[in-house]
C-alpha cells in the first residue's frame, strides 16, 4: 500500500487485480470513479454524448495502462489525470463545440421532511450558483470542482494540472473571488462584467 499519498489499500489492491486481467476488478472500479469522472469531463464538454466518449475513452486506457500506474500519485489523480487528456482531445476533435457545461447540480434532489417553501429557496440558490460558476472562466471552473467536489489536496491538483501548488492556490483565491463577484452581479440584476 502506498501510504505516501493516503491511497486505500483496496484501490491499490483493485488496480493490482486489473494488472492481472482481473474484469470484476475493473467493474468495480469504474464503478467508484464512472460518475465523478463524468463530472469532471463536464467541465471541459458541453455536449453529453461526447462527454460519455470521453468516460469510455479514460476507462479503456485506464483498463489499457493499469501496469502503468507509478504509485506517485493517488489513484485517484491518476485516474483524472487519463480524464482531463482524453476531455482536451475531445476538444481539439470538437472544435466548433468547444463551450464548456456547467457543473452538475448538486441540490437537484429534495431533501426528505422539507418543506416546499424551503426547497423552493434551495432551488434557486443553487440556480443562481449554477449561473455563477458557468460564467466563470474553464481554468477557474476545473479548480473549483477539484477543490470542492472532489476534495483533492493542492498538491495532487499539482500534479493534475502540471502547474506549482502556489499557483493552484493562486487558482482558487481568484476563483473564489470571481464566484463571489458573479453571484453578487446575479443577486443585484447587474450585467456579466
Same mark, same amino acid.
Given at each position: 500500500?502506498?501510504?505516501?499519498?493516503?491511497?486505500?489499500?483496496?484501490?491499490?489492491?483493485?488496480?493490482a487485480s486489473v494488472v492481472g486481467g482481473h474484469m470484476a476488478a475493473f467493474e468495480e472500479l469504474y464503478r467508484r470513479y464512472d460518475k465523478r469522472v463524468f463530472r469532471y469531463i463536464?467541465?471541459?464538454?458541453?455536449?453529453?454524448?461526447?462527454?460519455?466518449?470521453?468516460?469510455?475513452?479514460?476507462?479503456?486506457?485506464?483498463?489499457q495502462g493499469a501496469g502503468s500506474y507509478s504509485r506517485t500519485s493517488r489513484i485517484s489523480t491518476w485516474i483524472f489525470g487519463i480524464a482531463r487528456h482524453k476531455a482536451l482531445d475531445?476538444?481539439? @476533435?470538437?472544435?466548433?463545440?468547444?463551450?464548456?457545461? =456547467?457543473?452538475?447540480?448538486?441540490? !437537484?434532489? &429534495?431533501?426528505?421532511?422539507?418543506? $416546499?417553501?424551503?426547497?423552493?429557496?434551495?432551488?434557486?440558490?443553487?440556480?443562481?450558483?449554477?449561473?455563477?460558476?458557468?460564467?466563470?472562466?474553464?481554468?477557474? @471552473?476545473?479548480?473549483?470542482?477539484?477543490?470542492?467536489? =472532489?476534495?483533492?489536496?493542492?498538491? !495532487?491538483? &499539482?500534479?493534475?494540472?502540471?502547474? $506549482?501548488?502556489?499557483?493552484?492556490?493562486?487558482?482558487?483565491?481568484?476563483?473564489?473571488?470571481?464566484?463571489?463577484?458573479?453571484?453578487?452581479?446575479?443577486?443585484?440584476?447587474?450585467?456579466?462584467?
Amino acid at each position: 500500500m502506498d501510504t505516501t499519498h493516503g491511497q486505500s489499500g483496496t484501490e491499490q489492491e483493485l488496480l493490482a487485480s486489473v494488472v492481472g486481467g482481473h474484469m470484476a476488478a475493473f467493474e468495480e472500479l469504474y464503478r467508484r470513479y464512472d460518475k465523478r469522472v463524468f463530472r469532471y469531463i463536464c467541465t471541459f464538454l458541453h455536449d453529453r454524448a461526447a462527454a460519455e466518449e470521453a468516460l469510455s475513452d479514460t476507462m479503456l486506457a485506464v483498463w489499457q495502462g493499469a501496469g502503468s500506474y507509478s504509485r506517485t500519485s493517488r489513484i485517484s489523480t491518476w485516474i483524472f489525470g487519463i480524464a482531463r487528456h482524453k476531455a482536451l482531445d475531445a476538444m481539439r @476533435r470538437n472544435v466548433r463545440r468547444q463551450q464548456e457545461v =456547467e457543473l452538475d447540480r448538486a441540490a !437537484d434532489l &429534495a431533501h426528505p421532511g422539507t418543506n $416546499p417553501i424551503d426547497q423552493i429557496q434551495r432551488d434557486q440558490v443553487a440556480d443562481l450558483t449554477k449561473k455563477a460558476i458557468d460564467r466563470l472562466s474553464h481554468n477557474h @471552473r476545473e479548480i473549483l470542482f477539484l477543490v470542492f467536489y =472532489e476534495e483533492l489536496p493542492y498538491e !495532487d491538483i &499539482a500534479l493534475l494540472l502540471g502547474i $506549482p501548488v502556489n499557483t493552484v492556490k493562486t487558482r482558487v483565491f481568484y476563483a473564489k473571488q470571481q464566484l463571489k463577484q458573479q453571484l453578487s452581479s446575479l443577486q443585484s440584476g447587474e450585467p456579466v462584467t
